[in-house]
Structures are given as C-alpha cells and as structure tokens.
C-alpha cells in the first residue's frame, strides 16, 4: 500500500478541556422493521435462546461496547404510539403505519423495555407522542413509570407485575414534529411543547431530563424559534442529520454495498457535513444559553442507503461496510469536539435497522463494522477530552482523552489510497500499553455476513511491527486506507 514516507507529528495537549460523556455512545431502538421484533424481541417461547422473550446473544454483544442509554419506541413510531396497548397481560395490537403497514402486537412494551435496560445496564430515553396523543395520556405514562406512591397509574403498573418504579432519565417530547410527529410550525410545536412538557411531573429522586424536538438537517430557523420560546423548559434539543451519499438527495438513496470511490466520497461529505450543522445550531444555541445548559441532542445519526434487494422497503434493513465504521468514527471525531454542547447522541439503529450495530437471521447474528468502531471508542465513555494538535494529513482525524490514569486515542483515516504514518507526541512519558486495535477491511466494500462474520474485524497491533511502536513520549502508528484505530496507553508517574 503506498505510504507518504514522513510522518506527521501530532500533539497531545497536556490538560483536558472538557467532559466526553458516555451518552454520546448511546443507541435508538425503534419499532421498526426488525429492530425490535426478531432482533431484540423474540419472545419467551422462542427456540432462540433468551430470558424474558429478549435474546441472550444480542444483549451478551451490546454489553460489549457498553451501550448507556436506548432510545424508544420511536423515531415516527412514537407518535403513533400508544402506551396503554403495550402493558398488562392483554396486548392491542396495531397498526404501524410508518413502517410497512405491518400489524404491531405490542408484545415488547413498556415493562419489556425496562427489562432491556436492565439487562445491558443502559439507562431509559423515551420518546412521547404529541402528533397524536394527549396531554394526559403522557402525564399518565410519566406516573405509571415513576411513581412509587399510590395512584391510579402506580396501581396499574403494580397490578401488571412491577412494584417499584423505574428509573426515567431522560423524556423526549414529541419526534420530528415538523414531519412524521405532526408536520407543525416550530411556533406551534413550540407552544406545544411547553404545555405537555409542564405534565412530565418529577414524582422520583432520578430527575428526568426534558427534550424537546430539534431541526431537521440545517433548519436553523427552528432551532432560534424554539431556544426564543421554550429554552428555560428544556435540558435537550435535538438535531437529526443522517448520511445519505449523493449530496443528501433522498430519493437519490445508493447501495450499501455496491459503490464506487465516488460513492465513498460523496458519503464521506454527507458524513463530515455534521461538524457544521452541530456548529451552526450550536452559535444559535449560544446566543440564547450562554452558559451550554441546555444540551444538543444528536438523537437520529448514522447511514441511510437503499434497502437490501428482496427485503422490505419499510424495514430499512441494510448492509454496512468498512465505509460505515469510518462514518461512525467521523461522528465520534465530531461529537468530541462538540462534546461541551453534545452530551447525547444515538445511532439509528441498534439491530436490523439502518446503520446497525447486529444483523440477525434467525438465530443467527452478526456484529457489524460500526459495531466494531463502537467498541475502539468505548474507552472514551466519560474520559476527559483532550485536544490534538498540528496540521492532521488530508482524510485523517485524531481525537483523544484521558481516564483511569490512561490516554486513549483514536484515529480514523478516510482516505482510500494511501497509509497514513504518524507520530504522537504525549505529554508525559506513556507506560503500559494497554490497548492497540486498527480496524479496516480488504476492500472499502468489505462486510461481514453471516456465514463470513470476521472479514472486518479488529486486530491487534504490535509494537515494533507494521509501524506502531510506543516509546517514550511517542506513540508512532501507520493508519491504512480506509481505517479506524485505538492506542491505548497508561499515563506514567
Ligand atoms: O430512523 C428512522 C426514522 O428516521 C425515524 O423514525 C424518524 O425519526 C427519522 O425520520
């Protein structure tokens, strides 16, 4: 592979600016094609191994990348949700209009949910339904997940199986309200906003965290409409950008699989186009909440490419490449610069939908190349940022942090052709190496099937070999084309 002969050195700052918190990792699970049913939920009586009717091999595979909070029901799902038909032991089903026109059992719920939490150790992120619920049907629901004490809905909740409340982090009011959620004004949503967001009653010790719909893309109008009218009634806004190759285009959606360099880098654009639209809705953010109170939710991220052949348009069921494990450290990348105003940010979605996490078949299940970018930066979940310095080569970005007495940091080289050598410069001599994966594939194409599931996988990396050594206050790595890595070191003295 050709490689430009003289590395470039890179600098590590020698104190961190600011918190990464582990939420920017966080996932979105909705009802939807086959994220829940089949990939999450499989029921009790299913001959697919699981406990409570969740299946044991997708939460064994979550629990590895340390997945802090799902997002659920929805996505569009959500405001057509209504809770009341997902508990207790007769389930209403419905229809879900969104996704297929599939009949929706309501099998997996509200308790179904928790439990899911409860399994991976995630923390809860539900989304309300404004489009086409009222007022008092999410009051209703905030009190039969929060409230200990007796009342109608604590009853309810008790007479379905669970004596204690769960814990309600974070409350999402309203999903794409100026579209599938009710294709409103932000005037109007925000008027709406601040009147369901007064019925999210704090009944619990866990405060739960108020969000409210954010922009679609670059609609900056709506970000200065609702931070004008409803900035003190929320902790989050959010913002949904997804990376659609061909200049964002929607109906000009490509393949996942079959794409060219053209078709890399039209993704790549789409992918850095983030860093710019979390800019800008940052400043109007600023303007109105100097202090960075109110959070930027990144709650819908990733690729949205056509669907696979033979499957269910409404399923969203795609493939996903070493293209979409260089994607998702973009986002990362960008995310931790931010990270003073992003505190939260799920990739849609976990299973089975869009840019996943698993694939399942079945039973069978495979782990994606995202779900392995996820796992080189997990050990930045709640680290402290630190700022890398100099003039980074075109394609690469570096982004680092430290934790536990070690500096991790992590690299992604968009580049198709050539390698990418580099030299960082720590601040303090590095002692044990503690982690050193590059993840890439033989092809920019590369993928992992079910009857493949390693071709993109990470590997060790050795020091003295391949171009990565640590010595000193050095770190010396060469990235290969279309590659994402981590170094790992502990901070000696
Ligand atoms: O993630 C798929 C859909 O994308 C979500 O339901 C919706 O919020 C967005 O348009």
Request: proline residues 5%; hydrophobic residues 40%; aromatic residues 8%.
């Amino acid at each position: 592979m050709p490689t430009s002969s003289t590395p470039t050195t890179l600098v590590l700052a020698d104190a961190p600016t600011h918190h990464l918190d582990r939420r920017l990792q966080g996932q979105f699970a909705e009802h939807l094609g086959h994220c829940i049913d089949g990939g999450i939920w499989v029921g009790p009586d299913s001959s697919i191994a699981n406990k409570n009717g969740i299946r044991s091999d997708v939460v064994a595979a979550l629990r590895e990348i340390k997945v802090p909070l799902v997002r659920w029901p929805g996505g569009c799902f959500a405001d057509e949700y209504h809770w009341l038909k997902g508990v207790g032991p007769e389930r209403q089903p419905m229809v879900n209009t969104h996704w297929g026109m599939v009949s929706e059992p309501n099998d997996f719920g509200t308790h179904e949910y928790f439990d899911l939490l409860h399994q991976l150790d995630a923390e809860a992120y539900v989304n309300g339904n404004v489009g086409s619920g009222s007022v008092q049907e999410m009051s209703d629901w905030i009190e039969y997940m929060t409230l200990e004490s007796t009342s109608p809905m604590a009853e309810l909740r008790r007479a379905h199986g669970r004596e204690q409340p769960w814990k309600l982090e974070f409350f999402g009011v309203g999903n794409e309200s100026w579209g599938c959620g009710g294709t409103m004004r932000p005037e109007h949503y925000a008027d709406l906003y601040r009147q369901y967001q007064t019925f999210v009653r704090q009944y619990s010790d866990t405060p739960i965290s108020k969000i409210a719909c954010g922009a679609n893309v670059d609609d900056y109008r709506w970000t200065e409409v609702l931070m004008a009218n409803a900035a003190r009634q929320m902790d989050g806004l959010s913002l949904h950008h997804y990376t659609i190759p061909n200049e964002g285009i929607w109906e000009k959606k490509a393949s996942a699989l079959d794409f060219d360099a053209d078709g890399w880098r039209a993704t790549m654009v789409q992918a850095w186009r983030m860093d710019e639209l979390i800019t800008r809705h940052g400043q109007i953010m600023d303007r109105h909440d100097p202090g960075k109170r109110v959070n930027l939710v990144v709650d819908e991220w990733g690729t949205w490419y056509q669907v696979e052949p033979g499957t269910n348009p409404g399923f969203l069921f795609q493939q996903n490449t070493v293209r979409d494990a260089v994607v998702a450290a973009i986002h990362f990348v960008i995310f931790h610069k931010h990270a003073a105003r992003v505190r939260m940010a799920n990739i849609a979605q976990m299973v089975n939908v869009l840019q996943a996490m698993l694939l399942t078949d079945g039973p069978r299940m495979v782990k994606t190349p995202t779900f392995h970018t996820f796992s080189l930066f997990s050990d930045h979940q709640d680290a402290e940022f630190v700022p890398v310095g100099g003039q980074f080569p075109d394609d690469v970005d570096v982004t680092a942090s430290v934790k536990d007495g070690a500096h991790t940091i992590s690299f992604v080289n968009a580049g198709l052709d050539e390698a990418a050598p580099l030299v960082i410069e720590l601040p303090v001599e590095a002692g044990e190496l503690l982690r050193a994966q590059v993840l890439t594939g033989a092809t920019m194409q590369s993928h992992n099937t079910f009857d493949h599931s390693d071709e993109v996988a990470p590997v060790d990396l050795e020091s003295g070999r391949d171009g990565f050594s640590v010595e000193g206050r050095r770190v010396s790595i060469t990235l290969p084309p279309h590659s994402v890595a981590t170094v790992r070191v502990q901070v000696r003295g």
